[in-house]
């Protein structure tokens, strides 16, 4: 059985999922500088427009740095930024590793991409913030598969879908209709979809932003173990 990799290494892979970093370690951007934090260290992928002795500065003060505890920046995100300059812009959230078995229970079928019938069903309720071809592309199958979602009141109310994936993992890409949040519908989803991918996919990431108090709720109601922050540098 191959070993789990410690916090700072499953950050070091979720990294590479979202950003599907290049040959050279790079991010394709809009970001310079992704950081991952966790209690047992850190980890750091530069953006493909970074020169290349900066992108070596940045990267040796991560590999300097010390951890803080979730939530906190760590010191070195100041002296990264002061390098990188005033346009860029630096936001955060946790970062949370999903283990199958996990399971919501509620009152509603929750649908799965693993049954044709239920993409059929489901094909002419676009939700109104998604766009036709990238709908189209899903329930297809050509991107966003595996997935799970819960209608009601002939609508689709909440989905849960695959948002990147690569060899070493897949991050859960979560929407919920507003007026029909604080069910635990997301939660509900997001258990079917993890359960889609058990036995088939190494590791499963569920990440939000430090705002995004409803996300947060989901990995709680879920149960979810969090591994560490992930800290963005986007250029304005």
Not at 34 to 43: C, E, H, P, S, Y
Not at 133 to 146: I, K, Y
Not at 197 to 218: E, I, K, Q, W
Request: hydrophobic letters at 40%; aromatic letters at 6%.
């Amino acid at each position: 059985m191959t070993a789990t990799p410690r916090d700072a290494g499953l950050l070091r892979i979720e990294i590479g999922v979202i950003w599907r970093i290049d040959d050279h370690g790079r991010l394709p951007g809009p970001e310079d500088l992704v950081i991952g934090v966790a209690a047992d260290g850190m980890t750091a992928a530069v953006g493909g427009g970074v020169p290349g002795e900066l992108a070596t500065r940045l990267l040796g003060l991560v590999a300097r740095g010390t951890p803080s505890p979730p939530g906190r920046p760590p010191a070195v995100l100041g002296e990264c930024q002061e390098l990188l300059g005033d346009g860029t812009t630096v936001s955060g959230g946790p970062s949370y590793l999903v283990r199958p078995p996990v399971r919501f229970d509620v009152p509603v079928a929750v649908l799965q991409s693993a049954d044709p019938a239920h993409a059929m069903r489901v094909r002419p309720m676009l939700p109104e913030t998604w766009d036709p071809e990238e709908w189209d592309d899903l329930l297809a199958g050509r991107d966003g598969a595996p997935w799970a979602m819960i209608v009601e009141d002939g609508q689709v109310v909440a989905v849960c879908h695959t948002a990147r994936r690569t060899p070493a993992g897949a991050e859960a890409g979560t929407w919920t209709s507003p007026a029909y949040r604080g069910r635990g519908y997301a939660a509900a989803t997001t258990a079917a979809w993890a359960g889609l991918l058990a036995g088939s996919c190494p590791h499963l990431f569920y990440s939000t932003s430090a705002d995004n108090h409803s996300s947060r709720n989901v990995a709680a109601r879920l149960g979810l173990r969090n591994v560490g922050w992930l800290w963005k540098f986007t250029r304005r």
